[in-house]
């Protein structure tokens, strides 16, 4: 049966990952390349820095464990290439539509107010690629997510291969070390292991990783997906503080060690991000048993909403930046910051509005949630 406390976690993660895309995030806590406490700043800036560069980078985690124990799952019942087919639709598609979709927003604005120079620099560095995201991240850039999550499906039977003939230690073994091959192919990019910088048709680490992890927990346990979620929920008072000040910690300082020269550094600055993304999601983990009486209660939110966030909300801070032109600070800065991700959540229910009308007049149902 389906455990609608997952739609609302899926919302959530999606919700906090548009802070990462804020238009009005680094107005709000610009620390230069120092430390962030190196001087002291208001409340405000560590609010929205925490927000900017840590609870946005659960989604990797809780998308890519999701989908990997989705497609566990659908592998006992469903054929591999059904599967292919099924998120190729729900997965890719989307990814060329939007971004698709973002390029018209772009060129529109472009005419609208006439200026030549953004025009020629939209032609000169979209390529082809930039709509169908294969090498390089897509025009529509959050998306990209959505192409590491289908490339991880389309190695799914070499996982459940491992799986059964090798077992559990050999599994993990092996994820752990291609995880870091990938983080070590792409070591030169801001934020090494996201096979952004083009000519790279390989995954996210992070989201192979997760990915993989959620491939064996369900192949390992076959329970339903919120069962599995409350097994590998932290309790206790302690370890949640324990939890916190990791997140805490590593939120501080993962972005100032990347900054750094030398491989060590890197290394060092994307283990750190990793356990912001690791701890960050255990400790929103931590509110499964309310999202679950919230559920049972009729409280739970729609698929469709968490999916089109997810690939409208870069759109929608691209008509934001146009629209607001101008640097808010203070209040009207911490408001504008806030107001946006809520303006993205609007939009996706209009898209969700506009979807629910159209399908009156076809019979064929668009490409789904189910992707993440």
Not at 143 to 159: A, D, E, G, N, Q
Not at 182 to 195: A, C, I, K, Y
Not at 223 to 235: M, N, P, T
Not at 266 to 291: A, D, E, N
């Amino acid at each position: 049966m389906r455990d609608h406390s997952i739609s609302n976690f899926r919302l959530l993660a999606i919700f906090l990952v548009t802070f990462a895309h804020n238009p009005f995030a680094m107005m709000s806590h610009d620390f230069g390349t120092a430390l962030p406490y190196a001087a002291p700043h208001p409340l405000f800036s560590y609010i929205s820095f925490v927000l900017f560069d840590g609870f946005s980078r659960i989604s990797s985690p809780f998308l890519g464990y999701l989908s990997g124990y989705f497609v566990s799952s659908k592998l006992r019942e469903r054929s591999y290439f059904e599967i292919v087919a099924r998120r190729f639709k729900s997965l890719y598609l989307p990814v060329v539509f939007w971004s698709t979709v973002t390029f018209a927003v772009m060129l529109i604005h472009g005419f609208a107010t006439s200026d030549q120079r953004y025009l020629h620099q939209l032609f000169a560095d979209t390529g082809l690629d930039k709509f169908f995201g294969i090498e390089e991240a897509p025009l529509n850039y959050p998306t990209h997510y959505l192409v590491s999550l289908f490339k991880c499906v389309l190695v799914s039977p070499i996982l459940l291969y491992v799986w059964q003939r090798y077992g559990r230690g050999t599994f993990l073994i092996l994820i752990g070390l291609i995880s870091v091959s990938l983080v070590g192919t792409d070591l030169n990019h801001d934020n090494p292991g996201l096979n952004l910088g083009g000519g790279s048709i390989l995954p996210r680490a992070d989201m192979f990783l997760f990915f993989s992890l959620g491939f064996l927990s369900h192949s390992s346990w076959n329970l339903s997906i919120g069962d599995a979620l409350e097994r590998i929920r932290v309790r206790g008072l302690v370890p949640i503080l324990l939890l916190t000040v990791a997140f805490l910690i590593g939120t501080f300082h993962w972005r100032w060690l990347l900054r750094m020269s030398g491989d060590f550094s890197v290394w060092t600055g994307f283990s750190t991000l990793l356990l912001v993304r690791i701890s960050g999601s255990l400790l929103i983990l931590s509110l499964l048993p309310y999202f679950r009486l919230l559920a049972r209660e009729g409280w739970y939110t729609s698929d469709r909403l968490a999916f089109n966030l997810f690939c409208t909300h870069s759109i929608s801070f691209t008509l934001l930046k146009v629209a607001v032109r101008w640097n808010p600070t203070g209040f009207l800065g911490m408001f504008c910051f806030f107001a946006a991700p809520i303006f993205a959540t609007f939009v996706a229910a209009a898209v969700c509005l506009a979807e629910r009308y159209t399908a009156q007049f076809s019979s064929r149902p668009s490409f789904g949630p189910e992707s993440i």
